[in-house]
């Protein structure tokens, strides 16, 4: 799992979230720290093989040069144009071995002060999986629980209750002003 955060225009950004890293990862990867108000896109990668995907090469010679956007006859100029603007990219296709399964599950988590909201995919229902392996890390436990703790009633009573608050600080604030 290798996951980053993003900013406008920028897919991989700067910092990294390495699981599983290998020994040059440790190496090269520096400390980061998580900030508020930070968008990261998680890309979870599960595979039944080693665990080592590699990217995808097309087959076709066509498709290899449209892809890499050389050929501007077959490309188009439109398109070719957007790529020098890098404004198309291209995005790696991940594959194992042809006997192993290869599943890629991608999300982006906006970083609020009340905690972490996923904002892109569907939800994931963990009913429906079923595994012989379970999270040993109490820490990891406990901020999963915590995500999954949340529920949308609760966060529709808090927002009511902050307009409750607002309504009640501009009576307060309203009458202030009067007497003054």
């Known amino acids: 799992m290798l996951s980053h955060p993003l900013k406008q225009h920028v897919i991989d950004g700067e910092k990294t979230i390495i699981r599983n890293p290998t020994d040059q990862q440790k190496k090269d990867h520096e400390k980061d720290e998580f900030e508020v108000y930070e968008v990261y896109t998680v890309d979870v990668l ?64 906006l970083l609020m002060p009340n905690g972490p909201m996923r904002i892109t995919s569907s939800p994931l229902k963990p009913d429906l999986y079923k595994s012989e392996m379970e999270v040993q890390d109490a820490e990891l436990k406990a901020l999963l629980e915590f995500c999954k703790s949340k529920s949308p009633e609760k966060k529709k009573k808090k927002k009511a209750s902050k307009t409750a608050e607002n309504a009640t600080s501009g009576e307060v604030l309203e009458e202030n002003e009067a007497g003054d």
């Open 46 to 109: 599960v595979s039944s093989g080693e665990g080592k995907a590699k990217d995808y090469g097309l087959k076709m010679k066509t498709s290899r040069a449209f892809f890499t956007f050389e050929d501007e006859k077959k490309a188009r100029i439109g398109v070719v144009e957007c790529a020098k603007h890098e404004l198309l990219q291209p995005f790696n296709v991940l594959h194992e071995k042809e006997s192993e399964f290869f599943a890629q599950f991608k999300f982006t988590v």
